[in-house]
């Protein structure tokens, strides 16, 4: 029996703060929800999965306006949607065949358990290679920076994507905090990298199967993109 109904597998971080002990960051909690919100408009199943299974602790900036809507709040607000953050899948719980769209949530804090999580990458590998879609919003494409493909090559070599530019990351404030320069390491791996004309504007890229938006307030769009191609 065929199934029917796709099914999205969100990654969210398990990190807290950066480098520094003192400056927290985590999952920005709108890249989830907005998207979430997309996904069960379409009827899709979802769940949630990190680098080590467990709880996922929330970026504090986004928990403050604009990124902390309605869809942020009532997710806050409801212990059964914060029970799923406390609870999150290890990638040895997921089997790949069941996944039909992986989709990397942002967050600074990705950019320290993402790129070499080997479950992260193998899902993603698999999730590519049986035609399903890989996507990501803003830092998420830091999980796609070192996954490769079974002939050896780098998923992201040689395709059109975007995520949070260092401009942005100067605009923010944080350009002296984070591990290193994401935008840079995407083009080093060979990604056809793009970017809006101006900084914080929606922007998602489409390349077949790969969908990236760049920042918090393109999770939407990346996200019905993601649906299209479903």
Not at 111 to 133: K, N, S, W
């Amino acid at each position: 029996m065929t199934r029917t109904t796709r099914r999205i597998l969100h990654v969210v971080t398990n990190v807290g703060h950066y480098d520094e002990p003192d400056h927290p960051t985590g999952l920005w909690l709108s890249e989830l929800t907005h998207a979430w919100e997309v996904f069960a408009e379409h009827g899709f199943e979802q769940r949630i999965v990190s680098p080590a299974g467990g709880p996922a602790p929330l970026e504090p900036r986004s928990l403050r306006f604009p990124s902390y809507d309605r869809t942020a709040r009532a997710w806050r607000a409801d212990p059964e949607r914060m029970a799923l953050l406390e609870h999150t899948a290890g990638p040895d719980d997921v089997d790949a065949a069941d996944v039909d769209a992986i989709y990397f949530t942002g967050g600074h804090a990705v950019m320290y358990d993402f790129p070499d999580c080997a479950g992260l990458q193998r899902i993603t590998r698999e999730v590519f290679e049986r035609g399903g879609v890989v996507s990501s919003v803003c830092h998420g494409y830091c999980g796609l920076l070192n996954t490769r493909l079974s002939d050896g090559s780098l998923l992201i070599a040689g395709r059109r994507m975007t995520g949070f530019s260092w401009r942005e990351e100067e605009l923010a404030r944080v350009d002296g905090l984070v591990p290193y320069n994401a935008e840079e390491a995407a083009k080093e791996r060979g990604a056809l990298y793009e970017k809006a004309l101006l900084p914080f504007v929606p922007h998602a890229v489409v390349d077949g199967r790969l969908v990236t938006g760049q920042n918090p307030g393109s999770a939407k769009a990346t996200a019905r993109k993601v649906a299209e191609l479903l």
